[in-house]
């Protein structure tokens, strides 16, 4: 009965149209936005790798990523103390013209040249001239997305607050976007141009891969300021935090595909008006009550599916510019087969409970009386 | 199989029972129909003769009393299997054709098919048969707005014979008009209670019908005379 779904819904075609359209921005909305939660996501995965085999110790209740912590080298001491650590870490992070909504403009990561792989990793290679050497002070590695942003090269000059640093080389792509949209400078250099005497955030290597979880506990023991975090502790925080986005996200798009559902219910309401006759007809000749009752729920499906088909390609073209609109292009927001699936089976279930009150009524019409309707 | 297609016993039917407007419209009517008659249904208006059609159509049922169709008990049937027996057994042919309009004549006729769920190429096959039967074989394609009165009649009267029905009611089959379509439409009911032995049963105000049914019922206030 699916041809006559179509037929029926195309005699009024304006009205089916427009009752798409309704269902269209809405599921539209919540495949733009959601391509943002999943953008963050992916984001978000590949930081975690950074953190792989690593203890990320901040100080407690700080934000996510240690932009507000404030740790000073009392608390190094107190982890120097714990046992079966081969590598302790500082990381000091500066923002340049921190944007609301859309992050910094770049960010200077400060680390101890000599430990620098345990940041950029130990495979990283570089794409032109050399990583920072150890002692040596006034220069600074670019991330290649930093280095091509701002079509800079080996040799020219990056300015910190008021301190230029030389440019002496530019890290490969890594794909992960913390290293090839940050700028590496020594831990010293930074601290003493940013006039700080406190950092964020210190990476805790442990000797053995298998203490990661017991060194983090007796790290937490240790001292009342300070949250130790393993990747596995990370990667369930982050996903909390990327579920709510995705929670948040839908609920938005939700509200709009809502209103788009009860366009759907008041244009089947009126067509069963319309049509009484015809459902009289219909039952006469033998059609049963849930035939009826499918034929009208096909036809409200329909017109929601057609909305949820425009809504998924109205959303692929809108992560587009949220990518450029939201993330200062840190986020690529990305249309998941999943997300689409959702956006679909959620107009799907629009057209359902927006088609069912409709259906019904016309399911019990009194074929007697429907028939002789004028 | 029963000798009479259609029993009707002791059947009432009051409308708004109960209420300050209760209407009475049938009165303890008795009815046989034998098979492959031509009935025709005469009365003035308020008679009941349409509520009677429509009982006996299984479209309505009867406030008291039984009802028969090719043997079946149908006071007891729901809704269900109410449609089962209007689909199976039954053809309707109405006054105002009650054709769907955006089908084409060919798909209008299909329907009770589809309904019934018979193969998409065999439905196709019998309508255009049937449209053939009824004079109709080259206006298949047609929409009901593009043909006449008389040939949306013709429409309606393949559509009620798609599913091989026993019996072919029409409520005012020839109201709508004028009076030589009129005659070829009774002239085609005949037909089809000669050659072929459906059950025909009219409600009627066309006078012609006496030249042509078998059997004439007078209804007056809800009574046969």
Request: with cysteine.
């Amino acid at each position: 009965m699916l041809d006559l779904a179509y037929k029926n819904i195309m005699r009024q075609r304006t009205r089916t149209i427009l009752t798409a359209l309704g269902i269209l921005i809405g599921i539209g909305a919540i495949v733009a936005l959601g391509s943002i939660a999943e953008g963050i996501d992916t984001m978000v995965q590949s930081g975690l790798e950074l953190t792989a085999g690593k203890i990320t110790v901040m100080e407690k209740d700080a934000g996510f990523f240690g932009v507000m912590g404030e740790l000073t080298d009392e608390d190094m001491e107190v982890i120097e103390g714990i046992g079966g650590i081969r590598e302790i870490v500082p990381m000091l992070f500066y923002m340049e013209n921190m944007i609301p909504m859309q992050g910094p403009e770049w960010t200077a990561i400060g680390i101890d040249p000599s430990k620098g792989e345990y940041f950029i990793g130990e495979n990283a290679e570089m794409e032109d001239g050399r990583m920072i050497e150890e002692g040596e002070s006034g220069v600074v590695v670019l991330g290649y997305t930093i280095a091509n942003r701002y079509n800079t090269e080996v040799g020219d000059f990056w300015t910190i607050k008021e301190d230029d640093f030389e440019i002496v080389g530019v890290i490969e792509k890594t794909d992960i976007s913390d290293i090839d949209t940050s700028i590496i400078v020594d831990f010293d250099d930074l601290m003493d141009v940013t006039d700080s005497d406190t950092y964020q955030m210190i990476y805790v290597i442990p000797d053995d891969i298998k203490d990661t979880e017991r060194i983090a506990e007796n790290i937490e023991d240790a001292s009342e300021r300070l949250d130790a975090m393993t990747t596995k502790e990370m990667a369930r925080q982050a996903g909390e935090i990327v579920d709510q986005i995705r929670i948040f996200t839908f609920a938005i798009g939700a509200i709009a595909a809502l209103v788009g559902g009860l366009g759907v219910m008041n244009t089947m309401i009126m067509a069963v008006m319309e049509r009484r006759r015809e459902i009289g007809v219909m039952k006469a000749i033998g059609a049963t009550n849930r035939m009826v009752l499918t034929q009208i729920l096909t036809e409200s499906a329909l017109i929601s599916l057609i909305g949820g088909i425009g809504g998924i390609i109205l959303g692929v073209i809108g992560s587009f510019f949220v990518s450029s609109i939201f993330g200062g292009g840190q986020i690529t927001a990305v249309v998941t087969p999943m997300l689409a699936l959702t956006g679909l089976l959620f107009a799907l279930l629009l057209g359902v409970v927006g088609g069912f009150y409709p259906a019904r009524k016309a399911s019990k019409l009194d074929p007697v009386e429907a028939l002789r309707y004028e | 199989m029963t000798k009479n297609i259609i029993e009707a016993m002791n059947i009432n039917k009051i409308f708004n029972l109960g209420m300050e407007n209760e209407l009475h419209i049938l009165k303890d009517m008795n009815l046989e129909i034998d098979r492959g008659s031509f009935i025709a249904i005469v009365g003035p208006s308020g008679s009941g003769k349409t509520t009677l059609l429509d009982i006996l159509g299984c479209l309505l049922k009867p406030t008291s009393g039984e009802v028969l169709i090719d043997g079946v008990i149908t006071n007891e049937l729901n809704d269900n299997e109410l449609a089962h027996i209007r689909r199976d057994k039954i053809g309707f042919v109405f006054q105002q054709y009650n054709l769907i309009s955006s089908q084409t004549a060919l798909e209008n006729v299909e329907l009770p098919m589809r309904i019934a769920g018979v193969h998409r190429k065999d439905s196709r096959r019998r309508a255009e048969k049937l449209l053939r039967t009824v004079g109709l074989g080259e206006r298949m394609y047609h929409r009901p707005p593009h043909l006449s009165g008389g040939e949306q009649q013709r429409v309606a009267i393949a559509r009620s014979l798609a599913n091989r029905p026993r019996i072919i009611m029409g409520d005012e089959p020839t109201g709508n008009l004028d009076s030589k379509t009129g005659k070829d439409i009774l002239d085609l009911l005949k037909r089809l209670n000669k050659e072929e032995n459906y059950t025909i049963i009219v409600v009627t105000h066309d006078l012609r019908i006496k030249k042509y049914a078998k059997r004439i019922i007078n209804l007056r206030d809800g009574r046969i005379i």
